[in-house]
C-alpha cells in the first residue's frame, strides 16, 4: 500500500469549523472577503511602485525649436555619442539625402540663373537696354546653356531621390518646385521631409544592408549600385564648373544668396561627394539637411556610471509654424527641454512666412515655452545655435544694428553679438517662468561634434542630477 501523504497544516487550519453557525459563517466569510481586499490593495501598491520606480527611470528630453533651429542635428549628436556602432552603421544611409542636398542646390542656382533680367547683367552688357527692357528675362550666356543642358538628367535623379526618400503615401512631399513661367514668387521650392520613426531609414537599410561585409573608415562595405551616384559622378566637373562660374556668382551675390549658409550645402565638397566609394562623413551626416515631419523618438540606455540602467527618451519634433501646436502632448511629463534658437538668422525670414523675421519668431517661440505652466518645474536648456554662421556672417560686414535697433553703436563682433543675446534671452527666461529656475544656456554650432559633444555631456549631467534630485522627493 502508497505511503499517505500526511495531512496539510494549513488545509486543516483553513477548513471551516465542522460546528460553525450560520452567523458565524456570515462573519468568517466577511473576514475572509477582507483579508482578500487587503491583499489585493497590497498587490496593487506594490505594482504602482514598481512601475513609478521604473518610470523615475526614463529621462525624457523634449527638442524644441523653429524649423531649421538644428534639432534633429542636435539629435543625430546625441546617437553619435551615446549609440557610436549604430550611428556608424547608419551613415551610409545619409548618402541618399546628401545626393538631395545637391541636387536641390544645384536645380536652386540654374533656376536662379535663368530668371536673370537684363538689368542684373554687368553693366558693359545691360548698358544698351531701354528701362523697360531692363526688366526682361536675359539670354544665359552660351557656355552656362551648355552646361545647363548637361545638368538636365539630374532632374529625373531629384525625382528619384524622392521616391526613395519619402513614403509612397506622402504626397505633399513630392511637389517639387513647379515652374511658373516668368513669375519667381510664385515658384516652390517644396522641402523634402522625413516621417515620424525615420521609416525612410528602415526601408533603406533593408534595401542596401550586406549581411556580414566588413566596414572600414571610408566605406561602409554597403555601397550597392546607385544611379543617383553615378549620375553624381557623371555631372561632377559640370556642377564644380556652374557653382565656380563668375556669371553664377555674380548673380546670386547680387540677389543676396549666401548659398554657403543655407542647411544641407554641400558644394564645395563635389569632388569628394560625386565619387563612386562616397560614404558620408559624421560631419557630413550633421550638415545634411532633411526636414521633420510629426515627431521622432530616439530611445537609448545608459550602460556606465551612476546612471547605468537608465533609459532616455530624447523626442525630436517638426518646427514649422503648422507643426508647433502639435508640441503640447510632449509637455507631460518631461524632463527637460533643449530650445534652439539660431540666433545667426537676425537677417532671415521664415520660410513658411516671409513676413516674419526668423530671429522674432524664435524669441516669441522661447517667450511661449518659458511661460508655459505645464513646464514650469521643468528645466529649460537654451541652445544659441549657429554661431558659426553668426561669426561669417559679422565678419563679412553684415551689422546686427541694422537688424536690431536695440544692439546700438556696441562692436560687430562675436563676442559681443553672444553677450547680447545671451542678455535678452536670460531676460525673457527669468521674466516668463512662473517660478524662478536656473538658466542654462549655451553658445553652440551643433555641426560641430568637437565642441557639441562637451556640451551635450554637461546637458546630460545637469538633467540626470535634477531627474535624480525629483525622484528622491517623489519617493
Ligand atoms: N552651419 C551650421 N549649420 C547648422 C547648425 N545647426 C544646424 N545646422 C544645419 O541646419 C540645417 C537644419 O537643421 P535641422 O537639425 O534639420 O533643423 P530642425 O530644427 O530639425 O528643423 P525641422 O526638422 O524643420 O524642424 C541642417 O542642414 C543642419 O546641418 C549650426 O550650428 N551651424
Ligand atoms: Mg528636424
Known sequence: MPARDPPDPLDAALRPPIDETAEEKILRLAQEAEARRVSHQIDEDIKRERTS?????????????????????????????????????????????????????????????????????????????????????ARLPFHLETIAMRLLPLRHIE??????????????????????????????????????????????????????????????????????????????????????????????RKRKMRLEESPGFFLNDLQRIASTNYCPSDEDVFRAR??????????????????????????????????????????????????????????QTLVEDKSVNRLEDSVLLWKAVCSNKLLEKVELVLFMNKCDILDRKLKSGIRLSKYLRSFGDRPNDLDTAQKFFRSKFSFIHREHSPQPRKFHGYFTSVTDASTTSGILASVRDMVMREHLRKAKLLS
Open 290 to 347: 532633411l526636414k521633420t515631419v510629426g515627431v521622432c523618438e530616439y530611445k537609448f540606455e545608459m550602460e556606465a556610471g551612476f546612471e547605468s540602467g537608465t533609459e532616455w527618451r530624447i523626442i525630436d519634433v517638426g518646427g514649422s509654424r503648422s507643426q508647433v501646436a502639435t508640441w503640447v502632448p510632449f509637455f507631460d511629463d518631461v524632463d527637460a527641454i533643449i530650445f534652439l534658437a539660431p540666433i545667426s538668422a537676425f537677417d
Open 159 to 252: 525625382s528619384l531621390l524622392v521616391a526613395k526618400l519619402v513614403p509612397p503615401n506622402e504626397e505633399e512631399a513630392t511637389h517639387l518646385g513647379v515652374y511658373h513661367g516668368d513669375d519667381p514668387h510664385r515658384r516652390h521650392h517644396h522641402e523634402i521631409f522625413v516621417r515620424p520613426g525615420a521609416t525612410w531609414k528602415g526601408g533603406m537599410l533593408h534595401r542596401t544592408r550586406i549581411p556580414g561585409r566588413p566596414t572600414s573608415a571610408g566605406t561602409t562595405g554597403q555601397e550597392t549600385h546607385d544611379e543617383s551616384q553615378e549620375a553624381l559622378g557623371q555631372c561632377c566637373e559640370d556642377m564644380i564648373a556652374l557653382w565656380n562660374d563668375a556669371f553664377v556668382q555674380d548673380i546670386l
Open 53 to 137: 520606480r521604473k518610470k523615475r527611470q526614463v529621462v525624457r528630453l523634449l527638442l524644441l525649436g523653429q524649423s531649421e533651429s538644428g534639432k534633429s542635428t542636435t539629435l543625430r549628436q546625441f546617437q553619435r555619442l551615446y549609440t557610436p556602432s549604430a550611428f556608424r552603421d547608419e551613415r551610409v544611409l545619409w548618402r541618399s539625402v546628401i545626393q538631395l542636398n545637391v541636387v536641390r542646390s544645384i536645380r536652386t542656382i540654374l533656376d536662379t540663373v535663368s530668371d536673370v533680367r537684363v538689368r542684373e547683367l554687368p553693366v558693359s552688357s545691360a548698358s544698351e537696354a531701354s528701362d523697360d527692357e531692363s526688366y526682361e528675362r
